[in-house]
């Protein structure tokens, strides 16, 4: 199923993409797309079938927002230099073990949203990104197998990420991926029993309409199995959770000087296959 929340900033309601590309409402249904309702598979099978009945509400999509997809997000883990591709591009070795870093829930918003360029800033830069939300507690989980079980769907992410701040400031990396606005998710959630292989996927990202990344999830380092794995053993992963799973080749970083780093008036469009695609204008805080 493809799972939204639609409407203005604050007050989204849930809603369904069917398979004739038709939203529809599920308010009378649910009270939101989040960890409890991915959590529940008696309430998700009542979607499914009101999806297949064809009897849910219409909405019209004219001029409605959409937000990110997942609501009352509890925390957003991020796995760096996690494609080969992306390790060359930038001249570093593939990691050992996957790189963490945490990303504010307070940083998320819609997949057409504007995206602020922090103050001060000079290198904002792209990462177009599979994202995974849990759908059930993990814990000390013993294989990659046990880590795709635990997973309740996939979303289409922009990691933006400051550079100067997240290397060149000294700390963690967090400072650089914590900007308001940096976390573009959405425009659906689509459920987990739609995407037998998550590593099969094409990953684009344009800015300017000028094509920039063009991955595939196969390039990863640590596919979404052995991700979820090995996160549970260092925390606990909740229902609603979400996990962004690393970029291709292709960020401004890794181009030659001048690096093209975004600018106020910038327009970057993301694509992943199945998960819909994304549109934000950059413009400064």
């Known amino acids: 199923m493809k799972l939204l929340r639609v409407?203005?900033?604050?007050?989204?309601?849930?809603a369904l993409l069917d398979r004739h590309g038709t939203l529809r409402d599920l308010s009378g249904l649910i009270t939101d797309v989040d960890g409890g309702l991915l959590a529940d598979d008696s309430v998700l099978t009542r979607v499914r079938d009101a999806a297949e009945s064809g009897e849910l509400p219409v909405l019209d999509a004219e001029g409605l927002r959409i937000?990110?997809?997942v609501g009352r997000i509890g925390k957003i883990v991020g796995i760096g230099l996690n494609y080969f591709g992306h390790a060359a591009e930038i001249g570093a070795e593939p990691p050992a073990e996957p790189i963490l870093f945490l990303k504010a829930a307070d940083t998320v918003v819609g997949p057409d949203d504007t995206v602020l360029i922090p103050r001060g800033s000079v290198k904002t830069d792209w990462e177009a990104e599979l994202g995974v939300v849990i759908g059930s507690t993990a814990r000390y989980l013993d294989s990659a197998v046990q880590g795709l079980a635990h997973v309740g769907g996939y979303v289409l992410v922009n990691d933006v990420s400051e550079r100067e701040f997240q290397i060149e400031r000294?700390?963690?990396?967090?400072k650089g991926k914590n900007c308001e606005t940096f976390t573009p998710i959405?425009?659906?959630l689509l459920t987990a029993d739609e995407v037998p292989n998550p590593q099969v996927l094409d990953v684009r990202l344009w800015v300017n309409g000028?094509?920039?990344q063009d991955g595939n999830t196969s390039d990863q380092i640590f596919p979404v199995g052995e991700v979820v794995r090995y996160l549970s053993h260092f925390m606990t992963l909740y229902?609603?959770?979400?996990?962004v799973t690393g970029t291709p080749a292709g960020v401004a970083m890794g181009r030659p000087e001048p690096?093209?780093?975004l600018r106020a008036g910038?327009?970057?469009?993301v694509e992943i296959e199945g998960l819909g695609r994304q549109r934000q204008e950059f413009k400064g805080a």
Not at 9 to 14: A, H, I, Q, T
Not at 266 to 269: A, G, L, N, T
């Open 266 to 269: 910038d327009v970057v469009e």
């Open 239 to 243: 229902p609603g959770d979400v996990i």
């Open 210 to 212: 000028a094509l920039q």
């Open 7 to 14: 409407g203005p900033v604050g007050s989204e309601r849930p």
């Open 170 to 174: 000294g700390g963690t990396w967090d």
């Open 186 to 188: 959405g425009p659906w």
């Open 259 to 261: 690096k093209p780093y």
């Open 67 to 69: 937000g990110a997809p």
